[in-house]
């Protein structure tokens, strides 16, 4: 079937990345009525919010593409200079689905979109989604911030902890013009998610070694768990406590007695003067006279017996 000729968005018309989908695929000014196009005139962008599908779920929706069809339509783009030719922007699980269950037509809302819209809708419609993993969500809003924004990833980032920082009071106001603080609240209020517990528990996934992050992805263990195994600096016991949550299904308390005893092991077998250098570093690092007075009085305490116990030696 011959597509009908297609109605583009106002130039001079506000666009919301963030906006509901429904919005978006709604707007009667800039999407045409569902249309029926061979699947193999689609094809996928160079990069895609989503890089992993849960393989049974992926193969429960085959089966009711098989069924039933394609119920809701995929959203694509004409690509430029290719006539009868399309991108698709929004529904790669369908279009998955439907080429497993060899369909060679699929129902498609066709818009004129800019390579920032289309990256901005295929994002707000994969963090729409229930079954998307923390690493990939992370790096969605991440990404959506930075379209809204116009800066680089690792720009975002920053801004995101001293806007925290700010929150916190550990720095002065203004270190962030009011102007970026209100985009990154409309993006969070948008997606219904508070700005301050995506930086203080989700940015710091990003940082998680590589191992923890593939099994992130996989949707294999939660991450309050893969935060807890990456305090492992050895690979390979990290890798081994890895295989062994996700097999046994290690619940969390489970995972921090698994890493005590790692640690009280490893302690066991290091040399007097590491274990001295050791607890000296990790109090350092501490900082307890700052952020626990309580805690570092105890700890005097303990240096008071230690010294004493030099003395009579």
Same mark, same amino acid.
């Not at 690979?235 to 081994?240: A, G, K, V």
């Not at 700052?290 to 116990?309: D, G, H, R, S, T």
């Given at each position: 079937?011959?597509?009908?000729?297609?109605?583009?968005?106002?130039?001079?018309?506000?666009?919301?990345?963030?906006?509901?989908?429904?919005?978006?695929?709604?707007?009667?000014?800039?999407?045409?009525?569902?249309?029926?196009?061979?699947?193999?005139?689609?094809?996928?962008?160079?990069?895609?919010?989503?890089?992993?599908?849960?393989?049974?779920?992926?193969?429960?929706?085959?089966?009711?593409?098989?069924?039933?069809?394609? %119920?809701?339509?995929?959203?694509?783009?004409?690509?430029?200079?290719?006539?009868?030719?399309?991108?698709?922007?929004?529904?790669?699980?369908?279009?998955?689905?439907?080429?497993?269950?060899?369909?060679?037509?699929?129902?498609? /809302?066709?818009? &004129?979109?800019?390579?920032?819209?289309?990256?901005?809708?295929?994002?707000?419609?994969?963090?729409?989604?229930?079954?998307?993993?923390?690493?990939?969500? /992370?790096?969605?809003?991440? /990404?959506?911030?930075?379209?809204?924004?116009? &800066?680089?990833?690792?720009?975002?980032?920053?801004?995101?902890?001293?806007?925290?920082?700010?929150?916190?009071?550990?720095?002065?106001?203004?270190?962030?013009?009011?102007?970026?603080?209100?985009?990154?609240?409309?993006?969070?209020?948008?997606?219904?998610?508070?700005?301050?517990?995506?930086?203080?528990?989700?940015?710091?996934?990003?940082?998680?070694?590589?191992?923890?992050?593939?099994?992130?992805?996989?949707?294999?263990?939660?991450?309050?768990?893969?935060?807890?195994?990456?305090?492992?600096?050895?690979?390979?016991?990290?890798?081994?406590?890895?295989?062994?949550?996700?097999?046994?299904?290690?619940? %969390?308390?489970?995972?921090?007695?698994?890493?005590?005893?790692?640690?009280?092991?490893?302690?066991?077998?290091?040399?007097?003067?590491?274990?001295?250098?050791?607890?000296?570093?990790?109090?350092?690092?501490?900082?307890?006279? &700052?952020?626990?007075?309580?805690?570092?009085?105890?700890?005097?305490?303990?240096?008071?017996?230690?010294?004493?116990?030099?003395?009579?030696?």
């Amino acid at each position: 079937m011959t597509p009908t000729k297609k109605t583009t968005r106002k130039s001079d018309r506000p666009y919301n990345a963030t906006a509901n989908l429904d919005v978006l695929f709604g707007d009667e000014e800039a999407t045409t009525s569902p249309q029926i196009v061979k699947i193999d005139s689609i094809s996928l962008p160079a990069s895609q919010p989503r890089r992993y599908f849960d393989p049974q779920k992926l193969e429960q929706l085959t089966q009711s593409v098989k069924a039933h069809g394609i %119920l809701e339509n995929l959203l694509v783009r004409p690509l430029a200079g290719k006539e009868g030719t399309y991108e698709l922007v929004a529904g790669e699980r369908r279009y998955c689905a439907a080429q497993v269950a060899e369909l060679t037509e699929v129902p498609v /809302t066709i818009r &004129e979109l800019s390579d920032e819209e289309a990256l901005s809708i295929a994002l707000v419609e994969n963090l729409q989604r229930e079954d998307l993993n923390p690493v990939e969500e /992370t790096e969605g809003i991440v /990404t959506l911030l930075g379209i809204e924004l116009k &800066e680089s990833p690792e720009a975002v980032i920053s801004l995101l902890h001293k806007m925290d920082n700010e929150q916190k009071g550990k720095v002065t106001n203004n270190v962030i013009g009011n102007d970026e603080k209100q985009k990154i609240e409309s993006v969070f209020d948008n997606l219904g998610q508070n700005w301050q517990s995506f930086v203080n528990n989700r940015l710091p996934l990003l940082k998680l070694p590589e191992d923890i992050i593939e099994v992130l992805r996989q949707g294999k263990i939660a991450y309050t768990k893969a935060r807890a195994i990456a305090k492992i600096k050895d690979e390979q016991q990290r890798n081994n406590l890895i295989d062994e949550a996700v097999t046994q299904n290690l619940s %969390l308390v489970q995972i921090k007695e698994r890493i005590k005893a790692l640690s009280t092991e490893d302690n066991s077998t290091s040399s007097p003067s590491t274990q001295v250098k050791t607890i000296t570093s990790r109090l350092n690092r501490s900082k307890l006279w &700052e952020k626990n007075p309580k805690k570092w009085k105890q700890v005097q305490n303990w240096l008071q017996k230690i010294e004493n116990l030099l003395e009579d030696t």
